[in-house]
């Protein structure tokens, strides 16, 4: 431990202990996303607050540091390769709450909780996300969506910290698209809360289509092993991409414990202890196989930290 906080700067880190941030040196990040692999990080920062979060960010661009933010960690591939950069997670910036017909969320809330809370007051609209991995930073940083439904439909405005300044920006200018966002354009900015409109509904009418919702995702996803999700975007809106994986045969093909779920073709799991890299050359694989079948080019839709 000795050793790993020496190299990282000790005025920085009595700096963020003192700001109120926790800090895990040499950090392996597969104990932080869903596919539950990844080599070690510098530094893993978690703020307990808000204002700790934001005090970080801006020491880090201050700094010149390298850094990147992580929600919950469900659409993130870390490589194998130690990282130099740090990580600061949303996870304690968790508070969601009701005023004016509005519901308001910080970044770190996790989607479940916010779906769960939109139903306890008898608000429409997140249903069909109800079950969806990750946190609202996360969902609205690539526009998650399913079943018809994507998040930019109920987001009104967004507080954003550029590492100097706090502004909200509306819809409009959130630039959503599929499975995109002015975020993943311009990672300076960091999404800090949002403000969502849902429409007043029965509690019970909003209970049973979540319930309904969470019944498709246990039926067709691999939800029993670690994964990140659909792998690939959908590259035009008539081209499934799990049907055409699955038509090829591949189902269940594997690069070491990495497979190409059984359940869901557009999903790759981690049968227990896959590498990084076993899941890039499983991607590779499909991805040629694709090309030469359909003549169409898969991008990935999970994010690949390097
Ligand atoms: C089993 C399973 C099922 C899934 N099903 C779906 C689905 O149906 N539809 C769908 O769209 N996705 C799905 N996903 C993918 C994933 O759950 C979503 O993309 C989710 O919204 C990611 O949220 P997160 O908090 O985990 O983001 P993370 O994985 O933590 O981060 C993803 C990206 O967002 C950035 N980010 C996170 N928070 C912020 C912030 N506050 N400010 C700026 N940038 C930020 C990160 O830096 C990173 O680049 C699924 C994943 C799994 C494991």
Request: proline content about 3%; hydrophobic content about 35%; some cysteine.
């Amino acid at each position: 431990m000795h050793d790993v906080y020496n190299r990282v700067d000790k005025k920085l880190v009595e700096f963020l202990w003192d700001e109120g941030c926790d800090l895990l040196f040499d950090e392996p990040l597969s104990a932080h996303v869903s596919f539950r692999l990844g080599g070690k990080v510098r530094l893993f920062v978690i703020p307990n607050s808000l204002n700790s979060f934001i005090v970080a960010i801006s020491s880090f661009k201050n700094e010149g540091i390298e850094y990147r933010i992580i929600g919950k960690g469900t659409n993130i591939l870390p490589s194998d390769e130690y990282k130099d950069f740090i990580v600061v997670s949303t996870e304690r910036i968790d508070e969601v709450k009701t005023s004016d017909g509005y519901v308001y969320s910080t970044a770190g809330t996790p989607f479940k909780k916010l779906c769960l809370f939109a139903m306890e007051n008898g608000l429409s609209g997140l249903e069909k996300a109800y079950g969806l991995p990750g946190s609202v930073g996360g969902a609205i940083y690539m526009n998650a969506g399913c079943y018809g439904w994507e998040t930019s439909e109920r987001v009104v405005e967004i507080d954003v910290y550029d590492g100097k300044n706090i502004f909200t920006i509306s819809n409009l200018e959130a630039e959503f698209e599929y499975r995109t966002s002015l975020f993943k354009k311009n990672k300076d900015l960091i999404i800090l809360g949002a403000k969502f409109k849902l429409c007043p509904d029965n509690i019970e009418h909003i209970k049973s289509l979540m319930t309904e919702t969470i019944r498709k995702r246990y039926e067709k996803q691999p939800l029993e092993y670690p994964s990140a999700g659909s792998v690939f975007k959908r590259p035009r809106p008539d081209f499934y991409v799990g049907t055409a994986i699955e038509s090829l045969g591949l189902k269940g093909y594997s690069v070491g414990d990495a497979q190409v779920s059984e359940k869901h073709a557009g999903f790759i799991i981690n049968k227990g202890n896959a590498k990084a890299n076993d899941v890039f050359e499983l991607m590779d694989f499909v991805k040629a196989k694709i090309k030469q079948a359909y003549q169409v080019d898969l991008e990935t839709e999970i994010e690949i930290w390097q």
